[in-house]
Structures are given as structure tokens and as C-alpha cells.
């Protein structure tokens, strides 16, 4: 019997295939909610999905640019200081002005 751990990233490989074909994979950025709760959201109109989060880069796009910076001989140290030092981008800087505060948790 396969252990909890397994069981539960076959499940959210099966999420994800799912929402892959009904063309939902910007779900998959969403934390702190369940299924159901978006897709009650969705259903009222009140689920902006132009509003989520997604990642600038891939695992994989990431990993290729920092094998091409190790390839032409630089460190992991250097790489990593140099993304850590340079300025977000224009891209970052404008999402980050646009977005509103996060409303309080009431219990």
C-alpha cells in the first residue's frame, strides 16, 4: 500500500492533469482555499483569474539560465548574488502597485 505522502502527490498530479485540460492551470497558483470554495467563486463571477499570482519562471527555464551561467564558469554564490542584488523588474514593480491589501481573517 503506497504511504500518505505518495497518495497525496498522486493527487495532486491528477488536480493538475485535470485542470490542465479544462484550461484551469492558473488554479494551481492559488493557496489557502479548496477546490470547492473556487469553484463556488467561480461560479458567482467573483474569481479574477487576470488577479493570480503566476510565476515569472518555470523550474525548468530557471534551471537552463543558471546551467548557462555555470557553464561560462561563474559560481552558484555569484549567480544567486546576482539576482538577489539587481532591482525587481518594470513587470514586477507595476503588479506590485496595482495589488490591493489582503482583507483580515474573521473568526
Known sequence: MPSSKTLHYTEQEI????LEKAG????????GTDFYS???????SLL???K??????TAVALF???KEQI???KTLEEIISAYENQPPSFE????LSKQTPKRPVLN
Open 15 to 18: 488536480i493538475g492533469e485535470e
Open 24 to 31: 484551469l492551470t492558473d488554479l494551481l497558483f492559488v493557496g
Open 38 to 44: 473556487l469553484a463556488d467563486l467561480r461560479k458567482l
Open 48 to 50: 479574477d483569474f487576470d
Open 52 to 57: 493570480i499570482n503566476k510565476p515569472k519562471y
Open 64 to 66: 537552463e539560465k543558471i
Open 71 to 73: 557553464d561560462q564558469g
Open 92 to 95: 514586477t514593480q507595476e503588479k
